[in-house]
């Protein structure tokens, strides 16, 4: 079964902080992706990778950076977290095979 | 853009009972995959579904890509089977697998 594994389940953050979420796959899918979740506002795309290095803006890229350094890990970058970047976020990977797979997902709450 | 509509948007079921989820979307599609969230916020991958039938133990789904929907069938459901249901389609014109959430079918089953 492919895997898609988000570091933290739950993290609490202080405004300002740099935060780093990180997502790992294990089936040498070349496409991930981030999204964030909000109550009422549904599944939205921040960024996503096609390749190791390469990367494009979703929906929502602002506030946000990405890095992909190896094929199997993408990371989600909050450069100055703020109150409103309190979201669930989830991390997928994708094939055109077996199309998506989402990791558990990490509950950020800035405070 | 495509857009892509779900019914009902909440649904409440005795357990046993039966039921059918619906998905349109108003353009050509090159796949479609229904996802369920359960309690705790993860995103299952329930069935990769861009034409025909398929069936996985209770659920089964039927995509009819000609008529632009998609229908998800749960039967005998179980308190488990509670959470939001989410189809995404990918539009037939999309690059890197990009997807068009649903905005999902919320249902409550209750004992």
């Known amino acids: 079964d492919v895997k898609v594994t988000q570091s933290s389940r739950y993290l609490v953050k202080r405004t300002g902080e740099k935060v780093f979420l990180e997502c790992v796959q294990d089936m040498d899918h070349e496409n991930m992706f981030w999204y964030r979740q909000d109550p009422g506002l549904g599944l939205r795309l921040i960024y996503f990778s096609y390749d190791v290095k390469m990367k494009e803006k979703g929906d929502i890229p602002e506030g946000y950076s990405v890095s992909r350094e190896k094929k199997e890990r993408f990371s989600l970058i909050l450069e100055s977290a703020s109150t409103n970047q309190t979201s669930m976020y989830l991390c997928a990977s994708s094939s055109q095979l077996y199309g998506y797979t989402f990791g558990s997902g990490t509950r950020l709450t800035v405070v | 853009g495509i857009q892509v509509e779900q019914s009902p948007p909440d649904l409440i079921l005795q357990e046993g009972a039966n039921s059918t989820l619906r998905c349109n979307f108003s353009d050509s599609v090159n796949n479609l995959q229904w996802f369920h969230q359960n309690p705790w916020g993860q995103l299952i991958n329930l069935f990769y579904?861009?034409?025909g039938t398929k069936q996985n133990g209770r659920l089964s789904a039927t995509t009819v890509a000609t008529e632009r929907y998609s229908l998800l069938y749960i039967s005998s459901s179980q308190t488990t089977d509670s959470g939001v249901y989410f189809c995404?389609?990918?539009?037939?014109?999309?690059?890197?697998?990009?997807?068009?959430f649903g905005p999902g079918t919320s249902l409550s089953v209750i004992p």
């Open positions: 995404a389609v990918e539009p037939w014109e999309t690059s890197y697998d990009k997807v068009i």
């Open positions: 579904i861009p034409s």
